[in-house]
């Protein structure tokens, strides 16, 4: 069951954000939905997780997440998972764009928020604070549980055949 979720993790949420002053003095403001965001529990020893979640834009512009934030980690970067000539990697990502009244879901085998580099081992159901950066410099503080991957999964985890 998908929950909407507000950044502070509390259900429901459109979150508004003003954006910069557009030419002719009109105010734009970006509207972003997360929904269902969790961190995947890293196995011990492990380098690097990722978090996931979906993003939805009901307003009748894009939205840009062009950065993401977590303490405790060396680097946190947008990426998206690809399959190539049957490679499986990852590409860094400039921004993760939001289609004006759509969606852009952050799933293992796709775009996810890589967390790389962690001070310490998370623990299953400790919740970690991310922040994203939208376009125009807006921040979205969005508050993400450690769970286990067939957890958040409802079991029948997407692996891909890949690690975070």
């Known amino acids: 069951m998908n929950k909407m ?19 002719g003095g009109a105010a734009q403001a ?3 939905d997360v929904i269902d965001p969790w961190v995947a529990l890293a196995p011990p020893g492990a380098h690097a997780t990722a ?3 979906e993003f939805h834009n009901p307003g009748d512009q894009p939205v840009d997440v062009v950065a993401a934030g977590a303490d405790g980690f060396q680097a946190v970067e947008l990426h998206r ?17 939001v289609p004006a009244g759509g969606a852009v879901h952050l799933a ?10 962690a001070e310490r081992e998370l623990e299953e159901g400790e919740v ?6 939208l376009g125009g410099g807006s921040r979205l503080s969005v508050d993400a549980p450690v769970k286990r ?14 690690d975070h």
């Open 5 to 23: 979720m507000t950044a502070a993790g509390r259900p429901l949420a459109t979150l508004l954000f003003a954006g910069s002053l557009l030419l």
């Open 30 to 32: 970006a509207d972003l």
């Open 51 to 53: 978090a996931f979640m």
């Open 81 to 97: 998972s690809v399959n190539e000539n049957g490679m499986h990697r990852m590409i860094q990502q400039e921004r993760i764009t």
């Open 108 to 117: 293992p085998g796709g775009y996810h928020v890589m967390l790389i580099g």
């Open 128 to 133: 970690l604070t991310l922040e994203l950066t």
């Open 149 to 162: 991957r067939e957890q958040a999964m409802g079991g029948h985890g997407h692996e891909h055949g890949h």
